[in-house]
């Protein structure tokens, strides 16, 4: 599925709808240039899913946990690691989901990804295309 991103408004639509896919034991993969809109994506459908406070980027942190009503959203970022934390390597837990910025970095986690997303951006024009691919 492919969504043609002009403003702030159209990604949270994309999200709204999408946010119905996010379930315990998934694992997806945010695909995109630094900037394309993977953490804006990511918090907009923390907002969908009914959590209430701002979200921050997990570049430093690494992964950052959202307890939501009935199960745990974790948000990596795995653009500053050398390696694949072990734990990417199995599927999540049956009360979290899993949420991975720079999943193609490492060519290991590919097989562990239930959805991909990727995200383009022509920073010229700010118009952004976004695909999403269920494995
Ligand atoms: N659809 C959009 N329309 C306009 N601005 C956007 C859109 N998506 C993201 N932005 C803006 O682009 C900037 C970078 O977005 P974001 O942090 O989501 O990128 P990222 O892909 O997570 O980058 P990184 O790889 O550095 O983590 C933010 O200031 C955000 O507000
Ligand atoms: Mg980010």
């Known amino acids: 599925m492919k969504f043609n991103i002009t403003d702030l408004k159209s990604i949270e639509t994309v999200a709204i709808n999408f946010s119905k896919e996010i379930k315990p034991e998934i694992q997806i993969g945010l695909i995109g240039e630094l900037g394309a809109g993977k953490t804006t994506f990511t918090s907009y459908l923390l907002k969908a899913l009914g959590y209430e406070e701002n979200i921050s980027s997990p570049s430093y942190a690494l992964c950052n946990e959202y307890q939501l009503s009935n199960f745990i959203i974790e948000h990596w970022d ?22 991975i910025e720079w999943a193609d970095k490492f060519e290991e986690i590919q097989n562990f990804l239930d959805l991909t997303i990727s ?4 920073y010229d024009t700010n118009d952004r295309d ?5 494995k």
């Open 78 to 99: 795995l653009y500053r690691l050398g390696g694949v934390p072990e734990e990417l390597l199995e599927p999540p837990n049956s009360k979290t989901c899993r949420i």
């Open 130 to 134: 976004l695909f999403i691919n269920k």
């Open 119 to 122: 995200f383009t951006c022509n």
